[in-house]
């Protein structure tokens, strides 16, 4: 039976063995106040209408709802290629919420007090971040890229202390699961196979259950999660996001874009694009992230080697055959993703070279990525100034040349192109921007940025405040995870 806000809590998590996690409640804090509420998302994980009335009691962890089981994960993680224990040091796993439609999702609060786990932290997030979160992981919901997403900000009512004095606040975060390689890793670091083993048969239960069976079930597990962090990598690389902060820990099994810190949209195209402050040698630029995803399913393997074959040299085997195939796997899907942003059909020998001109031509020119995509999704040739060179009009007299080889009409072309190209992205300036005015106590910016990220393929009103690239004064060069 859902309690009476609608949350049907299963903890089925807590049937691991308890070196995984720490069951403890948030700390209550001094005065919650509900700064957002995800109305769309209330509805669809479809949980009660009343929940609006204790909204901010629930959302701070001062009302732990009937059926929750809190706890803290443990976990482990490379953080910028070297290993670390780590843990949940500032959030509280409610419980799995079953929708009446039979979903499972994690309810997650982010800066809900200390655990074991917390190392030198306080266990508490900003504001600022929090609503970051918020805003960009909704974002990525609406531009169809898989996501955990935000339920909820609650203000704290008391400080944190970082560089300034900052308000605190809560967020709600909800994933179909918040297992990451950093738990595999963990597993791995007991020393007991049986942990990893425990862990493994869980995650493939929860996430997989086709490769139920499977005659090798470690080696299918890596293949499944590969594909998955293919898939993931090329929505990325398809609108331009740079994570920022690609740690093991902060990588989901579930496929899902996780931990949103320092992450940003790039505007200009430049594969070395680094946003995050704390990334100073550029590992997470945006170029190298399928690159780090590889690394990623590397350690994961790592954790998984004694499950694949009793003897070593035979796992190392197994596990490098799956490694090894993730740039053809991931290259593959990249080609079909940028022909369909470009609104080709079929298969030419001419696609690669037409595409990465394009993207060479775009890099000196100092192009916008999205904006770019949109000039080039219109019937009628680009107008703008950097299109008319000689090297741009050579360019797309072979894009022509190319659609003729479609063997479809234009306008299917078209249709395509407006399916994989975003008329609107989170840009920086306008999420900063937004961001400084809702720490000032007004919120209205955010909701407006809000409402237009909700819908980025259609046009919309307000559509072109938000579409064009910063001037040079506004030019966000650095953002920074403020935890
Ligand atoms: P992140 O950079 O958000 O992925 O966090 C990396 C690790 O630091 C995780 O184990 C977090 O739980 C932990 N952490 C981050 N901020 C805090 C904090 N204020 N208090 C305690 N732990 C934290
Ligand atoms: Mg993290």
């Not at 009691?57 to 070297?82: D, N, R, V």
């Amino acid at each position: 039976m859902p309690n009476k806000y609608g949350f049907q809590f299963d903890n089925t998590y807590l049937t691991l063995p308890n070196v995984f996690y720490t069951q403890m409640n948030p700390t209550p804090v001094s005065k919650p106040e509900l700064v957002l509420l995800n109305s769309p998302l209330v509805t669809s994980l479809e949980l009660n209408d009343v929940i609006k009335n204790d909204a901010a009691l629930l959302f701070s962890g001062h009302m732990i709802p009937e059926g929750a089981c809190p706890f803290a994960q443990a976990y482990a993680g490379h953080q910028f290629g070297h290993f670390t224990m780590l843990g949940d040091g500032r959030a509280h796993v409610l419980g799995e919420h079953i929708t009446p439609d039979g979903q499972r999702v994690d309810i997650q609060f982010k800066g809900s007090g200390r655990t074991p786990y917390s190392r030198q932290g306080d266990g508490r997030a900003s504001f600022g971040p929090m609503l970051r979160e918020y805003i960009m992981s909704e974002a990525m919901h609406s531009l169809g890229i898989p996501t955990t997403r935000s339920l909820a900000v609650v203000k704290t009512g008391e400080d944190v202390f970082r560089e300034t004095v900052l308000p605190g606040a809560i967020l709600t975060r909800v994933a179909t699961s918040h297992i990451r390689v950093g738990s595999f890793e963990f597993a791995a670091s007991n020393g007991d196979q049986s942990l990893v083993e425990r862990l493994l048969n869980y995650t493939v239960e929860r996430h997989m259950p086709d490769i139920m069976g499977s005659e090798n079930l470690a080696v299918d597990f890596l293949k499944a999660v590969m594909n998955q962090q293919a898939d993931l990598m090329v929505h990325w690389m398809r609108v331009g996001f740079i994570h920022g902060v690609m740690n093991t820990d902060n990588m989901a099994i579930s496929g899902e874009t996780i931990d949103y810190g320092p992450c940003a949209f790039m505007d200009n195209y430049d594969p070395a694009t680094v946003f995050s402050s704390i990334d100073r040698m550029g590992r997470y630029a945006f170029a190298n992230q399928p690159k780090i995803a590889q690394w990623n399913l590397a350690r994961l393997a790592e954790s998984l080697l004694p499950l694949m074959d009793q003897h070593q040299d035979k796992a190392i085997q197994l596990a490098k055959e799956v490694i090894e195939e993730f740039p053809s796997l991931y290259n593959d899907r990249w080609l079909h993703m940028m022909k369909c942003k470009l609104g080709l059909f079929g298969e030419e020998p001419e696609d690669d070279s037409l595409i990465s001109n394009l993207l060479d031509w775009m890099k000196k020119n100092h192009m916008d990525y999205t904006n770019t995509f949109l000039d080039l999704s219109q019937e009628v040739p680009p107008a703008g100034k950097p299109y008319q060179t000689e090297e741009f009009r050579g360019w797309h007299a072979d894009l022509k040349r190319r659609y003729q080889k479609n063997q479809r009409s234009i306008k299917e072309s078209m249709a395509l192109m407006t399916q994989y190209n975003p008329k609107v992205i989170p840009r920086n300036h306008h999420v900063e921007g937004a961001l400084d005015e809702a720490l000032n106590g007004n919120l209205t910016r955010f909701k407006a940025l809000l409402n237009v990220l909700s819908n980025p393929y259609e046009a919309s009103p307000h559509l072109n405040e938000y579409q064009s690239p910063p001037a040079p004064s506004d030019r966000v060069y650095q953002t920074f995870c403020g935890t």
